[in-house]
């Protein structure tokens, strides 16, 4: 949080008129500020509530400072692109017979904003801008040229991928030591997704394919300073997974075969790695994280619902936003979990990949709504 809070400070100070000294003389008050109300057991929550936040920091300079006002060189073109791409769209329509899908000629509206806003700041959040587009641009394109929309669906991955390496690459900038297995933890995330997604559509292998997503905990593991204590964690793991697929396919019987992950889970709990806790505190958190682990595997294995029922793990953050979200706007942090669910639902169920993905843009128009 405290990295954050600087690296966004510093950013919003680079708009000021100020020498490189007088810059760092203010990142570093804050900092010390901040060290110190962390020393008096402050949240971070209050600390920034206390010290203002970026924003509010940089308002109270402005009589001191002259604020730079950016003039973007590539003004014109962003201006001219509406008109450009509407002559395009009407051309390749009336000459072309192409209205569908020349439409997608507008994308090069807010792509080309995009790309002149680059120049103004790092490159490193560039792609990561960027990645929206060119995921719905390849989406479209492999969908309607190939038709194969399931599981194309799988590129819009590469913007949180962009924004994970985007994120610890702005760590590196304060500088901060690199977090290697942090950052292929976070990553193995969408490493998982989509091979499970493959595995499960090309080879009907929903189950045992949902194993890859140990990946996550044994690369958390992998950070761990004391060895052997990753070398346990790591082996109890894949005994489980063993006894998991041994006795789920000699006797014909995952059921029996999950008992074998508790030989990982008494680990945690020996390690003090897993501890459970009972307490009002994140209870409806706690709640549905069971209740999704129950249904997924009961369904699962029951009547082989492996291919969507992953969805009832989105009820995860859902649960979380709800619980400990922001009140007032709730919905935009709720909008991309509903949005991906409607666009899996419509594409898996009734095979309308060609227009579900349009489920995203209630993203953009609740956070448009959700402004005063």
Request: net charge neutral; glycine share 6%; proline share 4%.
């Amino acid at each position: 949080m405290k990295k954050e809070y600087l690296q966004d400070l510093r950013k919003i100070l680079n708009n000021f008129e100020m020498s490189k000294a007088e810059r760092e003389d203010i990142i570093n008050d804050y900092s010390s500020m901040y060290d110190d109300a962390l020393e008096k057991g402050m949240k971070e929550e209050e600390i920034i509530e206390m010290l203002g936040t970026p924003e509010k920091a940089a308002d109270a300079l402005k009589d001191e400072y002259k604020h730079i006002t950016h003039r973007h060189k590539g003004g014109r073109i962003i201006a001219l692109m509406p008109f450009l791409s509407v002559i395009a769209f009407f051309i390749l329509g009336f000459y072309f017979d192409k209205w569908h899908p020349g439409w997608i000629v507008f994308l090069s509206i807010p792509m080309t904003a995009i790309i002149v806003e680059a120049f103004n700041k790092p490159y490193k959040q560039f792609l990561t801008a960027l990645s929206p587009f060119i995921a719905t641009v390849l989406y479209l394109g492999i969908g309607f040229i190939f038709h194969i929309w399931h599981p194309t669906w799988l590129i819009f991955l590469i913007i949180p991928v962009f924004g994970i390496i985007n994120s610890y690459r702005s760590y590196d900038e304060l500088g901060d030591h690199k977090d290697v297995f942090g950052q292929l933890t976070a990553l193995s995330v969408f490493v998982a997704i989509v091979t499970y997604v493959l595995l499960g559509t090309y080879l009907n292998l929903w189950n045992p394919g949902w194993l890859v997503f140990l990946i996550i905990p044994i690369l958390g593991i992998l950070s761990e300073k004391n060895s052997l204590k990753k070398i346990v964690m790591i082996s109890s793991i894949l005994i489980a997974v063993a006894f998991y697929l041994f006795v789920g396919y000699r006797l014909n019987n995952f059921w029996y075969g999950a008992l074998g992950f508790l030989l990982p889970i008494g680990v945690g709990i020996l390690t003090n790695d897993i501890k459970f806790s009972f307490g009002k505190s994140h209870l409806a958190v706690k709640i549905t994280v069971l209740l999704a682990v129950i249904i997924y595997f009961t369904t699962g294995i029951l009547w082989g619902t492996w291919g969507y029922m992953w969805m009832v793990f989105l009820a995860i953050p859902m649960s979380a936003i709800l619980s400990h979200g922001p009140k007032k706007h709730f919905i935009v942090a709720l909008s991309p979990f509903i949005a991906t669910i409607v666009f899996f639902s419509l594409g898996y169920f009734f095979q309308l990949w060609e227009i579900s993905w349009m489920a995203f843009l209630m993203i953009p128009i609740f956070g448009i709504l959700s402004k005063n």
